[in-house]
């Protein structure tokens, strides 16, 4: 079988490379990007079959499908098949969507690191998708094949960003920035689905099955998450990150709906509560206002009109990374091959979040690239102290420092996009409003899953 591995940078291809880039040197160290070919045993023939299979986007319906845990044996082999038909031709296609990367920056060993991951991955999928799951042993062993899954992808990002930022002289950003929304959209789904059905097995099987099912959780799904209680606990962990950096915490008043609940991903809101949060903790101290509280208004609109929901979405969409979210681009992105996100569903609950801090604003000169992957204004002054091109070593050794923990405040320019790409998975959606000068506020809006009431009432193995 052919093993598909990164190729190596033919000699031919780096003479043209010298020629025509010649105002920015080939990499020195070029020789150690060519990695040693990973174990994968996927053959190309395969990877191209999977990857021309067609893709649906996937909704949060799909994740409760399968009824709420405890699952009957049948219903745990029935999200298995459901996983397992959805994951191979995500997985290929993500390694397609690598190989076509200029060579510069496929060869790149944080980058290729990403692709190896891929082909480990399709590889440890192979025995499943070959033929349907049908006994509890085979589940078995297909849940260790996603926690594996999960696993091996979860540094993604670190990792992602700093292969980026070390090739960042030799691409065009915009095709950076087209490939990362992309790649990081997909990489949602995929994580998502594998988690859904890790959850469903672990609350489904051993000791948790036996305990009293908690009737709020399906999987990874929270049917009453409150905004109010999430934002709470990102705010203590933001605080303990603020006081570790600057030796201060501000304030947080939360107003509005506070009793408002929804159901949602928690570790979704949760990533996103948290990147706000450090942006709004950041700005108030570094200006000096620490005593300005930062303030988050929940409303709850249950009735919410699509034509609301649609001018939000338009808001949040910066120029130069347009979308076309009227009612006709959005249903041709939500059926186009490279869409990865759920239908808009104007029935679904709506919660939208207001975060408004005075920490001074945004200057105009960086508003325009705010929602740009790496774009960050952490650490200038360091990095240009040490020489550092204008943020680039900022961002990496930012990255160097914090892993992938979220534990840092700042700094690797992934806050605002990822934010708005986890937002945007299942139809929601922000928008930013800056007051130079002044401070920021940050809209947030998301949907749950239409049929909260029924959810919640809903039998184990009930289909909604
Ligand atoms: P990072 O926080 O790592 O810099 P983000 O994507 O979260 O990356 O934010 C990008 C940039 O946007 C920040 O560096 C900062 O300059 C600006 N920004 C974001 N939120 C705010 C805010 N609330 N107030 C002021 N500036 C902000
Ligand atoms: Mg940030």
Same mark, same amino acid.
């Given at each position: ?32 990007? =060519? ?85 480990? =991955? ?40 700093? $292969? ?59 049917? $009453? ?44 809101? #949760? ?14 101290? #570094? ?32 120029? #130069? ?9 959005? #249903? ?70 914090? $892993? ?10 992934? $806050? ?49």
């Amino acid at each position: 079988m052919l093993k598909a591995a990164v190729p190596r940078c033919p000699p031919l291809l780096q003479r043209r490379w010298q020629t025509h880039h010649s105002h920015q040197p080939f990499p020195p160290d070029i020789h150690q990007w =060519s990695h040693p070919p990973s174990k994968a045993t996927v053959s190309d023939d395969e990877i191209s079959r999977l990857a021309a299979k067609p893709r649906r986007p996937l909704t949060l319906a799909d994740l409760v499908k399968h009824g709420k845990p405890p699952l009957r044996d049948a219903d745990l082999l029935s999200s298995a098949n459901f996983t397992v038909s959805l994951l191979p031709a995500r997985l290929a296609h993500r390694i397609q969507a690598l190989r076509n990367l200029p060579f510069i920056v496929v060869a790149n060993p944080n980058v290729s690191t990403i692709y190896n991951n891929y082909l480990h =991955s399709l590889s440890t999928l192979e025995p499943f998708y070959k033929k349907p799951i049908e006994t509890i042993e085979e589940e078995m062993k297909f849940t260790e094949a996603m926690a594996d899954l999960v696993r091996t992808h979860s540094n993604t990002i670190p990792t992602m960003a700093k $292969g980026f930022l070390q090739c960042r002289k030799y691409i065009d950003p915009a095709e950076v920035t087209k490939f990362l929304d992309q790649h990081l959209r997909a990489r949602i789904g995929t994580r998502l689905v594998a988690e859904q059905h890790l959850a469903l097995h672990m609350a489904s099987t051993g000791e948790a099955a036996k305990q009293k099912p908690d009737p709020n959780h399906v999987g990874v799904i929270d049917l $009453g998450l409150r905004p109010a209680d999430v934002i709470r606990q990102c705010e203590g962990f933001v605080g303990e990150v603020c006081e570790l950096k600057y030796g201060v915490r501000p304030s947080l008043v939360i107003d509005g709906d506070t009793d408002a609940e929804f159901a949602h991903i928690p570790m979704h809101l #949760e990533y996103i509560i948290t990147e706000l949060l450090k942006n709004a903790f950041r700005a108030t101290i #570094e200006s000096g206002n620490e005593r300005e509280p930062i303030e988050v208004t929940i409303a709850s609109a249950p009735d919410v009109s699509t034509t609301k929901l649609q001018a939000l979405r338009k808001l949040s969409v910066s120029e #130069e990374n347009a979308y076309d979210f009227s009612q006709d681009g959005l #249903e041709e992105y939500c059926s186009s091959s490279d869409a990865d996100i759920g239908p808009l569903n104007s029935a679904a609950p709506c919660i939208t979040l207001r975060i408004r801090d005075r920490g001074g604003g945004i200057p105009p000169e960086a508003l325009a690239n705010i929602w740009s992957y790496s774009f960050t204004t952490f650490n200038n002054e360091q990095a240009a102290a040490a020489g550092g091109d204008n943020g680039t070593d900022a961002g990496l050794n930012t990255i160097a420092s914090s $892993g992938s923990d979220q534990s840092s405040i700042a700094g690797l320019g992934y $806050g605002l996009p990822l934010s708005r790409a986890y937002a945007e998975y299942f139809g929601g959606g922000i928008a930013l409003q800056s007051m130079y000068g002044w401070g920021t506020d940050v809209y947030l809006t998301l949907q749950g899953i239409g049929k909260m009431e029924e959810a919640k009432r809903a039998p184990s193995g009930y289909e909604i």
